[in-house]
């Protein structure tokens, strides 16, 4: 097949690493090559990485930047202890664009639907996460705006990571170690506070702020972010809302995805239905954070949605290796209920 990917980010970029091999395959990214910034705070949960990209003759731990002990979990202004099942930081930035190296990648081309020639190609893979540039808007749109800053310490504040949800409980603050000395230090909140917060910690624990990027998240889940495709258009990862809405989680979503995508390549109904189904929990989930985010989670809707709550709960308590971290009820119950 001809085919175009649009976006080469986490799932672009790997569908044009794989699907290049069977197919005669061109990639399209707005950012410049030599300006390409993996918008992210690059954390992730070692074991399913490492799956992931094994199959793909891809060593994930010769990206590894930073590995996790715990994270400082600071709640009502104590801090606790989450033990980390394997989350890391990576280099996201350098994978993405090796996935792409050699291949039929143009950078710096931003597409817009009116002038691309979508029927000069068998598919069109809209791969451009919050623009989904191909495809028809959403109506039940859930977005966080977030920013974050690379920064360089000559000591660092933390020497693992940190989170502090904020107190209206509607976003988080995060500090996730680097290389070296550098570490993310991000904040995204719903109702547009997180500067303040992000300014606060800058000014504490100083440090050389050396990129400043952010974007807004999209944490709806994938039942609402439909349709999947329009004529030969189909969409993946963000795009089509794969990103694990209680903490913001996107890129093992995003590469599962693609990874079904390439698995259905020639059966695009078949990859609709695969997704529904691989990604209908977070339905549940994002039910739970909707009513959270509109601070409507008081402990009579809790019980009311008991039967989402616990969803969301068993989703991660069974599959911790999965999502790098210890899980445990009260500090689930203490994020979602507590006004903090
Ligand atoms: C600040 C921040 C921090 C985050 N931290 C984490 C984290 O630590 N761990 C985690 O799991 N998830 C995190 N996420 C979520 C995660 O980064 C995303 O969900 C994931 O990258 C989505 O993958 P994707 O392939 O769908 O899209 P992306 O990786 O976002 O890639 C989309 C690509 O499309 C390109 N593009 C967009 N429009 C066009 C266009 N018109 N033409 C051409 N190209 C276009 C973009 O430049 C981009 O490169 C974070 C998100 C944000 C915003």
Redesign the pocket.
């Given at each position: 097949m001809k085919i175009a990917i649009?976006?080469?980010?986490?799932?672009?970029?790997?569908l044009l690493h794989t699907l290049s091999k069977e197919h005669e395959v061109q990639g399209?990214?707005?950012?410049k090559a030599g300006e390409?910034?993996?918008?992210?705070?690059?954390?992730?949960a070692k074991s399913e990485m490492e799956r992931i990209f094994a199959r793909i003759n891809i060593d994930f731990n010769d990206y590894v930047f930073f590995n996790g002990s715990h994270i400082n979990l600071e709640l009502k202004g104590k801090i606790r202890k989450v033990g980390c099942k394997g989350l890391v930081?990576y280099d996201?930035h350098q994978l993405?664009l090796d996935l792409t190296k050699g291949l039929n990648a143009k950078y710096g081309?931003?597409?817009?639907p009116n002038t691309f020639p979508s029927d000069e190609y068998d598919l069109v893979i809209d791969?451009?996460?919050?623009?989904r540039?191909m495809l028809p808007k959403i109506t039940d749109q859930l977005l966080?705006p977030?920013?974050?800053y690379m920064v360089e310490y000559e000591k660092l504040p933390y020497d693992d990571f940190y989170v502090k949800p904020f107190s209206t409980a509607s976003g988080y603050f995060?500090y996730?170690p680097l290389m070296k000395n550098t570490a993310?230090v991000?904040a995204?909140d719903y109702y547009r506070k997180h500067m303040e917060e992000l300014d606060n910690f800058n000014k504490k624990h100083g440090g050389k702020i050396i990129k400043k990027?952010?974007?807004?998240?999209?944490l709806s889940a994938p039942e609402v972010c439909q349709p999947f495709t329009q004529g030969n258009v189909v969409g993946?990862?963000?795009?089509?809302g794969?990103?694990?809405p209680l903490?913001?989680?996107?890129?093992?979503?995003?590469?599962q995805?693609?990874e079904i995508l390439h698995r259905n390549i020639n059966d695009i109904p078949g990859y609709v239905e695969e997704v529904k189904e691989h990604f209908k929990v977070y339905s549940d989930v994002y039910k739970v954070i909707k009513l959270k985010m509109n601070n409507k989670l008081s402990p009579y809707t809790f019980i009311k949605n008991s039967g989402a709550v616990w969803t969301t709960y068993r989703t991660m308590k069974k599959q911790e290796e999965r999502f790098g971290l210890e899980v445990r009820v009260r500090d689930m119950a203490e994020i979602l209920l507590t006004r903090l």
């Open positions: 649009i976006g080469l980010g986490v799932a672009g970029s790997y399209f990214e707005m950012q390409f910034n993996a918008v992210c705070a690059w954390g992730a930081t996201k993405e081309e931003r597409i817009t791969a451009t996460s919050l623009q540039v966080v977030c920013v974050e995060w996730f993310y991000g995204g990027i952010g974007r807004p998240i999209r993946v990862g963000e795009a089509i794969t990103v694990f903490i913001g989680e996107g890129i093992i979503p995003s590469l995805c693609a």
